[in-house]
């Protein structure tokens, strides 16, 4: 992880101004300072069952595979797992299907995320005006939020069907020729990004929504006694308070679309033509039908390394906005 | 010394008196876990799945220490079972396909056969047909046989006879070339107003009829038509594909297939293919006249049954072309001891039992019922084209057995990766990317792979 | 909340509402093709034009997996593994969101920097150590095995955390200078104040384990320890290649996991509007 950046980060939540310390920036050595009346050290109590939680299940599990990585382990049988150093990553650099998958989970990314932000926003802003019987609308709109991924994927693999498909059905009644939405390699990939963002539309509301009712009503009110029009309130007003919200969905986005892998595993299996091969199913089949392990799991942590690159860009961007917390 | 000499004979005496006693009593209890003898909840009550409570009952009839635990064939089998061998937790006996043997070998999961017949003699090898026993075999006829055959299927060719009726194209025969194929799906393949594909006023843009379906499936379709243009994809020695996958041979069997979609058009593009088969199942589509051949295995027959405009006179099977070589590639599974099981003799035993008994003739018969594959053993193959419900169609099965090449996926454990490289190349090459271009990167990429 | 009304013109109105009813049929007829074609025989799936009602209504999918499947047991098991792991989550994150959120220690920020990172891995990564982790402790086959693994979660952590650093200093401020104690102003003010998050965190944490595959079928090695959808996973599983994908039957086992999420999703669902409308309160 990056070092430099930690250490930003830390000293910025350190020594961060707050209204009942300001003691953080003395010159004690870190002994005092834990002991000190401004260490909140009930803190450790609160975070203890869920760290150690993490440290149990996630983070020795997480070594593991970091120390599998260096192996060529082939197949379940671990004693035969010869360390090899770094060859896995030389490898990696030079091989063009993995780096395939890297540019489709890119381009999955960089289509998933603002279009499924911009329309969910959309959808809350509508919401927001009190209309009546916003909860009913609310209501169907979670649904496939919760529903299994599974069960979306068959859903909509009848639904994309090329011929008997509803889509293609409807398309056809506007003159639009029959599309192969799965089978050819210039729609598949959008037609995950489609679904995606339908599945993921109400929780990326109900996100806005309470981020949008956080926002003062006088705010608007006066912005329109300015005679700033609906338009220019949004864009200067609106748009600006919610940018915790914002971050939080680009954030958690980014890195939900960089793992992307249950519609893919189930509706296309990485084709057509490999253009749905995104890297976790990538690494999933090197892992689990290859028996390819150890040079899965280096591909893993590239992936790793990736996304933590993508979240750190997102934290400088939010902190060259001038926010003084991380987060 | 002398007094010794007495007790020593005793001794010796009471030993040899009591081992057969002991050795019967101690036929301790043993539970078998076995994955791969039931059937999924709504096909309960199918030929297959009374087969399989068969099989069971008759193990545990010929021996009562033994108890057969089936488990049900989870959900992702193959996941499952890769977590198991490493935590310990696998079954005793499962089936495994052919193409599951190289990992499970080189992780050393599996029983060498040869310990079994040690300890139930009557398990002989001289039981299955050599060709499929020989997958099992990867060092020879003389080296160690990691589990036993169950089933396979050669690829054949199904053709619909009033397909060919329809466009006057003389029945197929086992010696036929691949010229007279080409000639064949050319005049098989007919557009809306009934000219063929020879025809020069011929309309591609719409075809009735195709000849022939050709699909990105590398191993499963394709590399038959590989072998029989005298190519192949690896060396013998599976080190290397420069030189194979690239030879000319290799080259020109890749570019006829993609010719039969893209030049002659007697094979719908994959777009077409589609189209033609997401509202029903392609059986039924090859039965109504729309493609008049396609190459499949032998449980298609089971798929093409249950079809509503299914009927046995419509139906012919035939081998592959004759080019260069006489070529088929089969598909197997067979029954895996865990090599676990060699810890305990008595589980050893019972598994070696259960095998035994799961390619007798007796059980092995029931493969004529189900239809899904030919019987891995000889007497039981043989018996199989009389027993048959399609005795014509069975007895080209069992005679394609004879040109079986054997699939690299049963020896190469990287071909969990190189074979979906292969799809990809045939995939684009179907698609319209050049050949050489799409091959050369294929070998190189596999290449990298191999060296690893 | 009584405050003055917009002025809203009413063709903005007609609009919102124009897109709205637009988004919810696309939101809507896939649910509606699901039911419909789980009532449907296997050959009528794909029919042109596309029928979303069925012409006879066949039951059959749903006698065929109620009378092969032990539904009470599997249902049991399911809601037993679910409704610990949801508690658990709950406690256990929110517990670490105030922490995170609203005291100050040390190292705070680099032990959730490191929880956020672990989000950053992919599970399937993890999978097999874990399991061997979980075969270690002997919990195969256990509820424990089914449970414990799943009873905390970044994610859950990270969301809680914003929504806890949305609640005014003030309050916190206040309850301290009155004497109570951090567990108490935790327990007391900011899990009431965040209804709406804790709702949706238990949905998805409801709906996450309710339909997960993966891990109860590495765990559960008895028909008795199955959950529900891995018990209906093993319908249409055969590996067979000669078999046509049975649309109807999975679209049935679907619709019959979803419904208890539904019906949890339509209860909890009135916690979201509570929870949305007091956290007005902090404008």
């Given at each position: ?5 930690l ?28 002991w ?10 609160f975070?203890?069952?869920a ?6 299940f996630?983070?020795?599990?997480l ?6 990585s260096?192996t060529d382990?082939?197949?379940?049988n671990?004693q ?11 490898f990696?650099?030079g091989?063009r299907?993995?780096w ?9 990314t ?12 959309g ?11 916003v ?5 169907l ?18 639904l994309?069907?090329?011929?008997a498909g ?6 056809g ?9 799965l ?10 990004v489609i679904?995606?963002?339908w599945k ?18 006088e ?16 864009w200067?007003?609106?748009l600006?308070?919610l ?11 980014v890195i ?18 490999g253009?749905?091969?995104?890297v ?9 039908e290859?028996?390819?392990?150890g040079?899965?799991?280096s591909?893993?942590?590239v992936?790793?390394?990736v996304?933590m690159?993508?979240?750190?860009i ?7 906005q ?6 | 010394?002398?007094r ?12 040899v ?10 036929q301790?209890p ?12 709504e096909?309960?009550?199918?030929t297959?799945?009374?087969?399989y409570?068969?099989?069971v ?6 021996n ?9 064939t989870?959900p992702?089998f ?13 079954p ?12 499970l ?5 599996l029983l ?7 300890v ?12 499929v ?26 053709y ?6 329809r ?25 809306t107003?009934?000219?063929?594909a ?31 243009f005298g190519g192949?994809v ?11 996958l690239?030879s000319p ?7 006829f297939?993609?010719?039969?979609v ?6 719908p593009?994959?777009?077409?293919l589609?189209?033609?088969i997401?509202?029903r199942a392609?059986?039924?589509v ?9 190459p499949?295995?032998h ?9 509503e ?18 070529a088929?590639i089969a598909?197997?599974?067979g029954?895996v ?8 003799p008595?589980?050893?035993?019972a598994?070696c ?9 007796e059980?092995?018969?029931?493969k ?19 027993l048959s ?8 099965f069992v005679a ?5 090449m054997?699939?690299?996926?049963a020896?190469?454990?990287?071909m ?12 684009n090459i179907l698609a ?5 271009e799409e ?5 190189e ?5 191999l060296?690893? | ?6 002025a ?7 609009l ?8 919810t049929?696309t ?9 419909t074609?789980?009532?449907?025989p ?11 009602l069925?012409?006879?209504?066949n039951?059959?999918n749903?006698?065929m997996?109620f009378t ?20 658990g989550?709950i ?7 105030y922490?995170?959120?609203?005291l100050?220690?040390i ?10 990172a672990?989000?950053?891995?992919p ?11 979980v075969f270690g402790?002997g919990?195969v ?6 449970i ?35 567990f108490r102003?935790?327990?007391r ?7 709406p998050?804790l ?5 998805f ?7 997960d ?5 590495l765990?559960?090695?008895t028909?008795?320890m199955r ?6 996973a ?6 067979s290649?000669?078999?046509?994908t ?12 979803m ?7 339509i ?11 007091l956290?007005g309160v902090?404008?």
């Amino acid at each position: 992880m990056g070092g430099p950046f930690l250490e930003e980060c830390l000293m910025a939540g350190a020594y961060a101004p707050t209204t009942h310390t300001g003691k953080w920036a003395d010159e004690r050595n870190l002994w005092q300072r834990f002991w000190s009346r401004s260490n909140e050290r009930v803190g450790y109590l609160f975070i203890l069952p869920a760290f150690s939680h993490l440290v149990v299940f996630v983070l020795i599990p997480l070594v593991f595979s970091a120390y599998l990585s260096f192996t060529d382990w082939r197949g379940p049988n671990l004693q035969n797992a010869p360390f090899i150093g770094l060859k896995n990553y030389e490898f990696l650099l030079g091989d063009r299907q993995f780096w395939a998958a890297m540019k489709n989970t890119l381009l999955f990314t960089v289509l998933f995320v603002p279009i499924s932000m911009a329309v969910s926003l959309g959808v809350a802003v509508v919401m927001n005006q009190k209309l009546r019987g916003v909860w009913f609308f609310r209501t169907l709109f979670f649904i496939p939020v919760i529903s299994s991924w599974v069960a979306v994927s068959i859903i909509w693999i009848t639904l994309l069907d090329p011929q008997a498909g509803i889509l293609n059905y409807l398309l056809g009644q506007i003159g639009i020729a029959p599309v192969n939405w799965l089978g050819s390699p210039a729609t598949a990939l959008l037609a995950i990004v489609i679904i995606a963002t339908w599945k993921g539309l109400g929780f990326q509301m109900v996100i806005w929504l309470a981020g949008l009712q956080a926002i003062p009503q006088e705010l608007q009110e006066a912005a329109a006694i300015d005679g700033a029009t609906r338009w220019q309130s949004f864009w200067r007003i609106t748009l600006p308070l919610l940018a915790p919200t914002t971050f939080f969905l680009a954030v958690t986005g980014v890195i939900g679309s960089f793992q992307v892998f249950s519609p893919v595993y189930v509706i296309t299996g990485g084709g057509p033509r490999g253009s749905t091969d995104v890297v976790v199913y990538h690494i999933y089949t090197r892992a689990f039908e290859a028996y390819d392990m150890g040079y899965a799991a280096s591909q893993a942590w590239v992936l790793f390394a990736v996304i933590m690159f993508a979240t750190l860009i997102q934290f400088w961007y939010r902190r060259r906005q001038g926010e003084e917390t991380m987060f | 010394m002398r007094r010794i000499a007495p007790k020593v004979l005793f001794l010796v005496l009471v030993f040899v008196l009591v081992l057969p006693f002991s050795m019967a009593l101690g036929q301790d209890p043993v539970t078998l876990n076995v994955v791969g003898v039931t059937v999924p909840p709504e096909e309960l009550g199918s030929t297959l799945d009374l087969a399989y409570q068969a099989l069971v009952a008759s193990v545990q009839e010929a021996n009562p220490n033994i108890t057969v635990n089936a488990i049900e064939t989870p959900p992702e089998f193959e996941t499952q079972i890769l977590v198991d061998l490493a935590a310990g937790t696998a079954p005793d006996i499962w089936r495994a396909g052919h193409a599951q043997l190289p990992e499970l070998i080189e992780g050393g999961h599996l029983l060498d056969m040869r310990q079994c017949t040690e300890v139930v003699p009557e398990l002989t090898m001289d039981r299955f047909v050599p060709s499929v026993l020989a997958i099992h075999q990867p060092e020879g006829p003389d080296g160690p046989v990691y589990g036993l055959p169950n089933g396979f299927t050669p690829m054949v060719f199904y053709y619909n006879t009033e397909s060919f009726e329809r466009a006057g194209v003389d029945l197929p025969t086992s010696d036929w070339t691949v010229d007279q194929f080409l000639d064949s799906v050319q005049r098989l393949t007919l557009d809306t107003s009934g000219r063929n594909a020879q025809d020069p006023a011929f309309d591609a843009a719409n075809i009735e009829q195709y000849g022939f379906r050709v699909r990105k499936w590398a191993v499963l379709e394709n590399l038959a038509w590989i072998w029989l243009f005298g190519g192949d994809v690896f060396s013998e020695d599976y080190s290397t594909v420069d030189g194979y996958l690239n030879s000319p041979e290799t080259i020109e069997a890749i570019t006829f297939l993609r010719d039969l979609v893209l030049q002659y058009h007697v094979a719908p593009e994959p777009n077409a293919l589609d189209m033609m088969i997401q509202e029903r199942a392609f059986p039924a589509v090859f039965l109504d006249g729309a493609v008049a051949m396609y190459p499949r295995g032998h449980w298609e027959l089971v798929g093409l049954q249950l079809q509503e405009n299914y009927s046995p006179d419509k139906l012919g099977v035939v081998g592959y072309p004759v080019g260069a070589r006489d070529a088929t590639i089969a598909f197997e599974d067979g029954w895996v001891i865990n090599a676990a099981v060699a810890d305990d003799p008595a589980k050893l035993e019972a598994a070696c039992q259960f095998v035994n008994v799961a390619t007798d003739v007796e059980f092995q018969r029931s493969k004529v019922e189900t239809g899904l594959e030919i019987s891995a053993n000889q007497a039981s193959a043989d018996e199989s084209v009389s027993l048959s419900a399609w005795p014509d169609l069975e007895a080209v099965f069992v005679a394609e057995m004879a040109n079986v090449m054997t699939d690299p996926n049963a020896r190469l454990v990287a071909m969990g990766v190189i074979e979906p490289r292969l799809d990809l190349m045939f995939e684009n090459i179907l698609a319209g990317a050049d050949v050489t271009e799409e091959v050369n990167l294929a070998v190189e990429e596999i290449e990298r792979e191999l060296q690893r | 909340m009584v405050a003055k009304k917009h002025a809203f013109d009413i063709p903005l109105k007609i609009l919102g509402y124009f897109a709205l009813i637009l988004v919810t049929a696309t939101m809507i007829v896939p649910f509606i093709w699901m039911v419909t074609t789980s009532l449907k025989p296997p050959h009528a799936v794909f029919t042109y034009p596309p029928e979303l009602l069925p012409r006879e209504l066949n039951f059959e999918n749903y006698t065929m997996l109620f009378t092969l499947v032990p539904f009470g047991r599997y249902f049991v098991n399911t809601l037993f593994v679910t409704v610990f792991t949801v508690v658990g989550q709950i406690v256990i994150t929110s517990l670490a969101a105030y922490g995170f959120a609203r005291l100050r220690f040390i190292g705070r920020d680099f032990l959730f920097i490191v929880c956020l990172a672990t989000m950053m891995v992919p599970y399937q990564v993890t999978l097999i150590p874990l399991f061997l982790l979980v075969f270690g402790l002997g919990w195969v086959n256990t509820y424990q095995g089914l449970i414990i693994p799943g009873v905390s979660s970044v994610f859950a952590i990270f969301l809680l955390r914003q929504a806890f650093l949305g609640v005014p200093k003030d309050y916190q401020e206040a309850a301290r200078i009155d004497g109570a104690s951090e567990f108490r102003i935790y327990w007391r003010i900011f899990m009431p104040l965040n209804g709406p998050a804790l709702a949706t965190l238990a949905v998805f944490a409801f709906m996450g384990t309710w339909t997960d595959l993966l891990w109860p079928l590495l765990i559960a090695r008895t028909p008795d320890m199955r959950t529900l959808e891995l018990g209906l996973a093993y319908f249409n599983s055969s590996t067979s290649a000669f078999r046509q994908t049975n649309w109807p039957l999975m679209m049935a086992a679907s619709v019959v996991v979803m419904l208890p999420v539904l019906i949890i999703y339509i209860f909890a669902q009135r916690y979201f509007i509570k929870g949305i409308s007091l956290s007005g309160v902090k404008g």
